[in-house]
């Protein structure tokens, strides 16, 4: 094979973004969904996660619906006000890149020209002309901003997609049946937005297990006899979270105390003797370590 | 907008050695045990109300 070849080849393969392990956004292609099925509309709340990594931000009423690898939101009421999805990317991975230039690129189809990208890192990053608007036609259109991040960033580094403008010039105008379809979400290093990498689903679901999971209905965990006056139940987490996570876990008896949960492992215990001939396990769980 | 958690009800949990392990509250609706670690984002919402005067933490039973 001559190196031209290779070349050739080389460049096809980054064209059809089998080159992997440059995106920072963890479940940019919404495949991911722990929390439920969003395959019809559904009504959002602020501040509450859907589909694993994406967080809602309402201050118009809206519905969210999983659509295919793209989520798809719908403001229901007619006012001024945000109406996004954003993901915070966490120190441990932002940390490396403080101080360099980074791009963050998506597919969008809106028919609103309200539909933009906005960056929160610790204040509100004024992205200039560097940040793409959809232009509202209602096409699929691929927009992009190039930024530093700060190099004096001290939380998360966050992003933003919907209607919303920077925080200085105040909240857009949203008309009930505006949209915005995402997909294809990608931040990576450089100035240059590059095709989204699909990565395998078991990869992206063990990214987005490290800041939440939940039980399927067939998977529970049984209690222990740990000491004479105690049971235990416990659970490796399937990766390591980002930390010790809030956990919502029903049983199915007793009166459980989660004791000395760690980003590692979940742990519980309920006052139970040798002679108690009862069954104990979890009947769901969910764990959270999100930011 | 600031995503305020809705935090009704708040108590610590103690361990069997009595010494406070988590929290449990009620987080927009749902009963939630919490640890007692900065970075964990319930318990940062806790801290961050207890300081506004807008939420108690109960004592362990």
């Known amino acids: ?291 | 907008m600031d995503y305020n958690m809705n935090i009704t009800t708040a108590q610590y949990q103690a361990d069997m050695d009595g010494n406070n392990s988590n929290i449990q509250a009620t987080v927009d609706g749902q009963e939630v045990h919490i640890p007692l670690d900065p970075a964990n984002r319930h318990y940062a919402e806790i801290l961050k109300q207890v300081e506004a005067g807008t939420l108690t933490v109960a004592d362990a039973d």
């Open chain 1, 1 to 291: 094979m001559t190196k031209a070849r290779q070349l050739a080849d080389l460049g096809n393969a980054y064209d059809d973004g089998a080159i992997t392990g440059s995106n920072m956004i963890i479940n940019g292609n919404f495949s991911v969904s722990q929390r439920g099925v969003y395959t019809s509309a559904s009504s959002v709340s602020n501040g509450f996660y859907y589909l694993d990594r994406w967080q809602l931000e309402v201050g118009v009423a809206g519905t969210l619906q999983d659509t295919g690898y793209k989520v798809k939101v719908v403001a229901t009421s007619t006012a001024n006000g945000v109406l996004a999805i954003k993901q915070s990317i966490e120190d441990k991975n932002i940390h490396p890149h403080k101080g360099k230039v980074v791009t963050v690129s998506c597919k969008v189809t809106s028919n609103s020209s309200n539909a933009r990208i906005v960056i929160y890192a610790d204040n509100w990053l004024d992205l200039g002309s560097q940040n793409d608007v959809h232009s509202g036609g209602g096409n699929e259109e691929t927009l992009s901003a190039t930024f530093t991040v700060p190099s004096n960033l001290s939380g998360f580094l966050q992003v933003r997609i919907g209607f919303e403008n920077a925080e200085s010039n105040g909240n857009p105008s949203v008309s009930a049946n505006d949209y915005f379809e995402v997909s294809e979400v990608k931040l990576e290093v450089g100035d240059t937005a590059t095709p989204f990498e699909h990565r395998s689903y078991g990869d992206e679901l063990a990214k987005c297990q490290r800041y939440y999971y939940q039980s399927t209905s067939a998977h529970i965990f049984y209690a222990c006899q740990y000491v004479a006056s105690h049971k235990f139940v416990q659970w490796p987490h399937p990766v390591q979270m980002r930390v010790a996570p809030s956990s919502v876990v029903t049983y199915s008896s007793g009166s459980f105390s989660p004791h000395l949960v760690d980003n590692q492992h979940f742990k519980a215990y309920v006052s139970s003797s040798y002679s108690d001939t009862a069954s104990y396990y979890t009947t769901s769980y969910k764990l959270d370590a999100e930011i």
